[in-house]
């Protein structure tokens, strides 16, 4: 299976075969994860295109991208699935997949799908600043950058002076990861928390859009 690179899936995303009954239009922060539950799972029905993942840093324009994407490729598969959660689009986008009839996941963040959204919800920390395993490798390109701290690190303290931690929402048990967002941490002055989550409520979520249709009443094999 394909591996796009993390700066494709920024800037381009990641086009769908054209194989599969279910497609899912995803955000190309999300493309290693998703590949990698298709793969352990023999999801083979599910196919995948991904939105360029730098429409984190754009929320206002992940809607039009996605109404986009949905009318593109909605007469090539018998249904299709948003994986994006509200991604600061303020009801936009969840109010744009009810009209067009398709499904998204649940909740306001890819950080609090992974970190499970009960869970989050319950931690109430306005003060931190959050990380996935995508933002952790492409940190300068999503952060760093884009804020013009490279530039200009003096503004540091003016973006960031009200966090007081940094938190990686690990999906996986990476080492390396863990030691790039250990300095990530440090360059932003915050105190370095990690949580392994693994893929948290979005792995519970394509499990249950990967599950076959329940046969109607009367048609294959009988209930008992």
């Given at each position: 299976m394909d591996r796009p690179d993390d700066a494709t899936l920024a800037s381009t995303g990641f086009?769908?075969?054209?194989?599969?009954?279910?497609?899912l239009i995803a955000c190309g922060a999300l493309a290693r994860e998703i590949l990698d539950l298709k793969a352990r799972?023999?999801?083979?029905?599910?196919?995948?295109?991904?939105?360029?993942a730098i429409l984190h840093n754009h929320p206002e324009k992940i809607t039009a991208a996605v109404r986009d994407a949905v009318a593109r490729h909605r007469g090539r598969y018998e249904s299709i699935k948003v994986v994006?959660?509200?991604?600061?689009?303020?009801?936009?986008?969840?109010?744009?997949?009810?009209?067009?009839?398709?499904?998204?996941v649940a909740g306001p963040?890819?950080?609090?799908?992974?970190?499970?959204?009960?869970?989050?919800?319950g931690r109430d920390e306005i003060t931190a600043f959050y990380l996935t395993d995508f933002l952790v490798?492409?940190?300068?390109?999503?952060?760093?950058?884009?804020?013009?701290?490279?530039?200009?690190?003096?503004?540091?303290?003016?973006?960031?002076?009200?966090?007081e931690k940094l938190v990686?929402?690990?999906?996986?048990d990476d080492p390396a990861l863990t030691r790039a967002a250990e300095t990530q941490a440090q360059r932003l002055g915050l105190v370095f928390e990690r949580r392994l989550t693994g893929y948290g409520d979005l792995a519970q979520t394509l499990a249950g859009w990967a599950a076959p249709p329940e046969a109607p009443v009367g048609k294959g094999t009988p209930k008992t």
């Open positions: 086009a769908a075969r054209g194989t599969g009954q279910v497609l799972n023999g999801w083979h029905h599910l196919d995948l295109t991904c939105l360029p994006y959660a509200d991604c600061g689009t303020g009801g936009l986008l969840q109010a744009a997949c009810a009209e067009l009839g398709v499904d998204m963040h890819c950080y609090a799908f992974f970190d499970g959204l009960d869970r989050f919800a490798r492409q940190f300068d390109a999503f952060v760093w950058e884009p804020l013009g701290l490279d530039r200009h690190p003096e503004l540091r303290d003016m973006y960031f002076g009200h966090y990686y929402l690990a999906q996986t």
